[in-house]
């Protein structure tokens, strides 16, 4: 298998913290912790470092929200702004209703009016106030109140200081959209975030809902156009509604993480490898900080912008990353509906009604007045209904969807991610996401000084054991639930009986709330030499130890990614001593180079069966549509790709990674032509040997070829004269590639605002190793910067570092953060 070595370098600028570091390692003088705490400052500081990251400290949660929220404001106040008008569901009143928002996972999923109604119906409802009345842990804990109050003074201070007509990011300089928060606000965002698994799949299904014969609104221009369908199959309706959902998972979100024990690293206890993929603009940007309170908490890492909490990070002790899980965050209830009067719908025997609501929301009207758009939507005793999911119509005519969203209730992730920041070893981090139950759809990974790696799946999930599954999914659930054995990553989705209320997800005695699946029968393992995950079901955290788990949460012996293959051999390999690099075991330099090597399973599997194949095809010539192409001078630049790597100046990634997309398409890797097929008793080397005598292969490369060409792109042209972004009066290349070659640096080129972007992929990647004593070792970079705003310095900077494949050394303790010398104060009187 090739390996390019892409030697991951630290930034020459901070160097020097190596050395520092380990003198007072030697020394003693690093010590961290309680122990050696002196008081925390009287008026929040906010001490930044090199490339604008910065260090908070306070005397009490509420100093170190505000030094949060000033800072947040500062590098990123109209991202947050947009943020806020959002979810207080007033976009429609500002920016007009046709315009594109966010409010999931996925970039430009909806338009302004559908989401104001989906969060104005939120509101409506209650549902985040009902919640903050709520004593922990349904309710937010104490620490959390004063951190959220303290953010909102930070963010209004910031503003109050600045104006709005002198802020100067364009994006909103001036806007009148740009005010003041209250925590309220705070809390609606934190909970949008919560809630955004379920919110591209059925938004506009929800909103849009109407029974046969209503008049309903036409659809939107981002979303396709809904018709009711001639009656389907329930094979075919599943089958619709998967790749629907795959669709949806290759668009959004993902990640990768690493956490390697005592026996798989060199020269320290653990290590944990961090690299979440997240989009590049908007809410779900993620910021980095330090938030400290002596003697409390001493927490380095990154959030999700806007929540004064570390979301991925590590402390003195503890290191830990999330990654998107294959659980669905909701399920269907298919509810029979009384053709004479389609609001009314069966349960146990006797007619229900429909509840409905009137949503109003204020719209921008051409003229610039304002008017009322008004819709009724209409909900179940099990939740709303909706008439599609990612687009694929769920007509209301004999039957109608209700949705039960599991994180609709959940404002527990606040207390998880507090409390997670002040763990102490990987048994502290399991017991915080069993007594709260507050993560929604992620995986946790984590390492701690004690040379334990932990893999854990407990989170909010639908209580559907695999006895109620089988005893209340419909037909089509029953195929829809089984069916993502065919397609790895997704997730297995439960459409319900909802003519039997006993068919509704039971309450668990030992789960935090209604409807949850019991946490101690999700699926822990806790190593040490490592564990992972690269967005696959938990089976395979690591290979030597499969899990078993209810069937809500994923697949079992089913065929792994190609990012899992590779997250898996390349620590094998390292572990092992097998990849062509000095000694054994995992150090920075080598975990760095797990990660941007850009190495490409896909190639390692498929590239000599393809170059095969091309050198043996008659005349050079392959027929595609009519065109006869010519792919004699595609042969010998694959050849020549020994690499098999993403890396920005390498040739024939991009004809590979052409042909490999129209090779694999929308279909499962095990459905590709291989020799040998997937064998789930060798789930990372199966299924392999591409059959280079297939037509598949022979017309995918063939139409890969031609695309170049038509696109006046040379087939031997260096990654970087695509994959390119613009900041500024610069270009940037971005190494990487898209998850489904195989490669864990995952980047997904698209359109932003007319211009190519990074839609999302590596986001905020970090590095931590512990030793036996001392301060945690930490290297870091956010690919995107530290602001959104083009005339910040910290609009750029990191992502240079990431294009030269560098990263930062993390300060940590009092003394690094003192050495810095970009050291800025900002003292909040």
Same mark, same amino acid.
């Given at each position: 298998?090739?390996?390019?070595?892409?030697?991951?370098?630290?930034?020459?600028?901070?160097?020097?913290?190596?050395?520092?570091?380990?003198?007072?390692?030697?020394?003693?003088?690093?010590?961290?912790?309680?122990?050696?705490?002196?008081?925390?400052?009287?008026?929040?500081?906010?001490?930044?470092?090199?490339?604008?990251?910065?260090?908070? @400290?306070?005397?009490?949660?509420?100093?170190?929200?505000?030094?949060?929220?000033?800072?947040?404001?500062?590098?990123?106040?109209?991202?947050?702004?947009?943020?806020?008008?959002?979810?207080?569901?007033?976009?429609?009143?500002?920016?007009?209703?046709?315009?594109?928002? &966010?409010?999931?996972?996925?970039?430009?999923?909806?338009?302004?009016?559908?989401?104001?109604?989906?969060?104005?119906?939120?509101?409506?409802?209650?549902?985040?106030?009902?919640?903050?009345?709520?004593?922990?842990?349904?309710?937010?804990?104490?620490?959390?109140?004063?951190?959220?109050?303290?953010?909102?003074?930070?963010?209004?201070?910031? $503003?109050?200081?600045?104006?709005?007509?002198?802020?100067?990011?364009?994006?909103?300089?001036?806007?009148?959209?740009?005010?003041?928060?209250?925590?309220? =606000?705070?809390?609606?965002?934190?909970?949008?975030?919560?809630?955004?698994?379920?919110?591209?799949?059925?938004?506009?299904?929800?909103?849009?809902?109407?029974?046969?014969?209503?008049?309903?609104?036409?659809?939107?221009?981002?979303?396709?156009?809904?018709?009711?369908?001639?009656?389907?199959?329930?094979?075919?309706?599943?089958?619709? @509604?998967?790749?629907?959902?795959?669709?949806?998972?290759?668009?959004?979100?993902?990640?990768?993480? %690493?956490?390697?024990?005592?026996?798989?690293?060199?020269?320290?206890?653990?290590?944990? $490898?961090?690299?979440?993929?997240?989009?590049?603009?908007?809410?779900?940007?993620?910021?980095?900080?330090? $938030?400290?309170?002596?003697?409390?908490?001493?927490?380095?890492?990154?959030?999700?912008?806007?929540?004064?909490?570390?979301?991925?990070?590590?402390?003195?002790?503890?290191?830990?990353?999330?990654?998107?899980?294959?659980?669905?965050?909701?399920?269907?209830?298919?509810?029979?509906?009384?053709?004479?009067?389609?609001?009314?719908?069966?349960?146990?025997?006797?007619? /229900?009604?429909?509840?409905?609501?009137?949503?109003?929301? =204020?719209?921008?009207?051409?003229?610039?007045?304002?008017?009322?758009?008004?819709?009724? %939507?209409?909900?179940?005793?099990?939740?709303?209904?909706?008439?599609?999911?990612?687009?694929?119509?769920?007509?209301?005519?004999?039957?109608?969807?209700?949705?039960?969203?599991?994180?609709?209730?959940?404002?527990?992730?606040?207390?998880?991610?507090?409390?997670?920041?002040?763990? /102490?070893?990987?048994?502290?981090?399991?017991?915080?996401?069993?007594?709260?139950?507050?993560?929604?759809?992620?995986?946790?990974?984590?390492? =701690?000084?004690?040379?334990?790696?932990?893999?854990?799946?407990?989170?909010?999930?639908?209580?559907?054991?695999?006895?109620?599954?089988?005893?209340?999914?419909?037909?089509?659930? /029953?195929?829809?639930?089984?069916?993502?054995?065919?397609?790895?990553?997704?997730?297995?989705?439960?459409?319900?009986?909802?003519?039997?209320?006993?068919?509704?997800?039971?309450?668990?005695?030992?789960?935090?709330?209604?409807?949850?699946?019991?946490?101690?029968?999700?699926?822990?393992?806790?190593?040490?030499?490592?564990?992972?995950?690269?967005?696959?079901?938990? *089976?395979?955290?690591?290979?030597?130890?499969?899990?078993?788990?209810?069937?809500?949460?994923?697949?079992?012996?089913?065929?792994?990614?190609?990012?899992?293959?590779?997250?898996?051999?390349?620590?094998?390999?390292? @572990?092992?001593?097998?990849?062509?690099?000095?000694?054994?075991?995992?150090?920075?330099?080598?975990?760095?180079? %797990?990660?941007?090597?850009?190495?490409?399973?896909?190639?390692?599997?498929?590239?000599?069966?393809?170059?095969?194949?091309?050198?043996?095809?008659?005349?050079?010539?392959?027929?595609?549509?009519?065109?006869?192409?010519?792919?004699?001078?595609?042969?010998?630049?694959?050849?020549? *790709?020994?690499?098999?790597?993403?890396?920005?100046?390498?040739?024939?990634?991009?004809?590979?990674?052409?042909?490999?997309?129209?090779?694999?398409?929308?279909?499962?890797?095990?459905?590709?032509? *291989?020799?040998?097929?997937?064998?789930? /008793?060798?789930?990372?080397?199966?299924?392999? &040997?591409?059959?280079?005598?297939?037509?598949?292969?022979?017309?995918?490369?063939?139409?890969?070829?031609?695309?170049?060409?038509?696109?006046?792109?040379? $087939?031997?042209?260096? %990654?970087?004269?695509?994959?390119?972004?613009?900041?500024?009066?610069?270009?940037?290349?971005?190494?990487?590639?898209?998850?489904?070659?195989?490669?864990?640096?995952? @980047?997904?080129?698209?359109?932003?605002?007319?211009?190519?972007?990074?839609?999302?992929?590596? &986001?905020?990647?970090?590095?931590?190793?512990?030793?036996?004593?001392?301060?945690?070792?930490?290297?870091?970079?956010?690919?995107? &910067?530290?602001?959104?705003?083009?005339?910040?310095?910290?609009?750029? =900077?990191?992502?240079?570092?990431?294009?030269?494949?560098?990263?930062?050394?993390?300060?940590?303790?009092?003394?690094?953060?003192?050495?810095?010398?970009?050291?800025?104060?900002?003292?909040?009187?």
């Amino acid at each position: 298998m090739a390996r390019r070595r892409f030697r991951a370098r630290l930034p020459l600028v901070v160097t020097a913290v190596v050395a520092v570091m380990s003198t007072m390692a030697a020394t003693g003088s690093a010590a961290t912790g309680p122990a050696a705490a002196e008081p925390g400052p009287d008026k929040p500081t906010i001490r930044y470092t090199e490339y604008g990251i910065p260090h908070i @400290i306070a005397s009490d949660w509420g100093g170190l929200g505000t030094g949060y929220g000033y800072a947040a404001a500062k590098d990123n106040i109209c991202t947050l702004a947009d943020t806020y008008l959002m979810v207080k569901a007033q976009r429609s009143r500002y920016l007009g209703p046709d315009g594109k928002a &966010s409010p999931g996972q996925n970039q430009n999923s909806t338009t302004n009016l559908n989401s104001d109604l989906y969060f104005q119906r939120i509101k409506d409802n209650g549902v985040v106030e009902r919640l903050l009345a709520k004593p922990a842990p349904d309710g937010p804990e104490p620490e959390v109140k004063e951190a959220i109050r303290g953010y909102v003074q930070g963010y209004n201070r910031y $503003l109050a200081e600045t104006g709005v007509n002198n802020l100067t990011d364009p994006a909103c300089r001036g806007a009148a959209w740009v005010r003041p928060i209250t925590e309220l =606000d705070v809390y609606r965002h934190a909970h949008a975030e919560i809630i955004m698994g379920s919110a591209d799949p059925l938004l506009d299904g929800q909103v849009t809902a109407a029974p046969p014969g209503a008049s309903t609104a036409a659809p939107q221009a981002s979303s396709p156009a809904r018709t009711t369908p001639a009656k389907t199959s329930p094979a075919k309706t599943a089958e619709k @509604i998967r790749d629907a959902l795959a669709a949806s998972r290759e668009q959004g979100m993902g990640s990768n993480a %690493l956490a390697v024990g005592s026996q798989g690293v060199s020269g320290a206890t653990s290590m944990l $490898l961090a690299n979440p993929h997240f989009p590049w603009q908007g809410k779900n940007r993620m910021w980095q900080s330090q $938030l400290t309170i002596p003697g409390k908490v001493n927490v380095s890492g990154a959030s999700l912008l806007g929540l004064p909490a570390v979301n991925i990070g590590h402390n003195d002790d503890v290191a830990w990353s999330h990654t998107v899980a294959t659980v669905a965050p909701f399920g269907l209830f298919d509810v029979q509906v009384d053709p004479l009067n389609p609001t009314k719908y069966l349960v146990d025997g006797a007619w /229900k009604q429909m509840t409905s609501q009137q949503i109003a929301v =204020d719209v921008l009207q051409a003229d610039g007045s304002l008017a009322k758009v008004t819709r009724k %939507l209409w909900s179940t005793q099990y939740g709303p209904i909706t008439t599609s999911i990612m687009g694929y119509p769920l007509p209301w005519v004999v039957s109608a969807h209700a949705v039960r969203d599991v994180n609709m209730n959940n404002l527990r992730a606040l207390n998880t991610w507090f409390r997670l920041d002040q763990a /102490k070893d990987v048994h502290d981090v399991v017991n915080t996401l069993e007594t709260t139950q507050g993560v929604p759809f992620f995986n946790t990974v984590a390492s =701690d000084r004690e040379g334990n790696a932990l893999y854990a799946d407990i989170q909010a999930v639908p209580n559907i054991t695999d006895e109620h599954a089988g005893s209340c999914l419909t037909e089509t659930g /029953k195929l829809l639930f089984n069916q993502s054995l065919r397609l790895p990553n997704v997730p297995p989705l439960s459409i319900l009986d909802g003519k039997r209320s006993a068919c509704d997800w039971p309450d668990d005695p030992n789960a935090v709330g209604p409807g949850l699946l019991d946490p101690h029968k999700q699926p822990r393992l806790i190593r040490s030499d490592f564990v992972g995950n690269a967005n696959d079901s938990p *089976w395979l955290a690591n290979p030597d130890q499969p899990l078993t788990y209810p069937r809500v949460m994923g697949d079992m012996a089913a065929p792994r990614s190609l990012r899992t293959q590779e997250l898996i051999l390349t620590a094998q390999n390292r @572990i092992n001593g097998t990849d062509g690099l000095r000694g054994r075991g995992f150090t920075p330099e080598s975990m760095g180079q %797990l990660l941007f090597a850009d190495n490409s399973r896909a190639a390692d599997l498929a590239l000599n069966a393809t170059v095969s194949m091309c050198q043996n095809v008659a005349f050079g010539l392959i027929l595609v549509d009519g065109n006869v192409v010519n792919v004699s001078e595609a042969c010998p630049i694959l050849a020549a *790709w020994k690499s098999h790597d993403f890396t920005a100046d390498s040739r024939g990634s991009l004809l590979f990674a052409n042909y490999w997309s129209f090779l694999q398409g929308s279909q499962g890797l095990e459905n590709l032509p *291989w020799k040998v097929p997937f064998d789930p /008793k060798d789930p990372v080397h199966t299924p392999n &040997s591409l059959d280079s005598g297939s037509s598949a292969v022979r017309d995918a490369f063939g139409r890969a070829v031609l695309a170049l060409r038509k696109a006046g792109i040379p $087939l031997n042209a260096p %990654l970087s004269d695509v994959q390119k972004i613009t900041r500024g009066s610069e270009q940037i290349p971005i190494h990487g590639a898209s998850g489904k070659l195989g490669v864990l640096n995952v @980047i997904e080129l698209g359109q932003v605002d007319g211009t190519p972007d990074v839609e999302f992929g590596s &986001s905020f990647i970090q590095q931590v190793r512990f030793t036996a004593d001392g301060p945690p070792e930490a290297y870091s970079v956010l690919a995107y &910067s530290q602001s959104a705003n083009p005339n910040s310095p910290h609009y750029a =900077d990191q992502t240079k570092l990431f294009s030269a494949g560098r990263w930062v050394t993390t300060r940590f303790t009092e003394e690094q953060i003192a050495a810095s010398p970009a050291l800025e104060t900002k003292v909040l009187d």
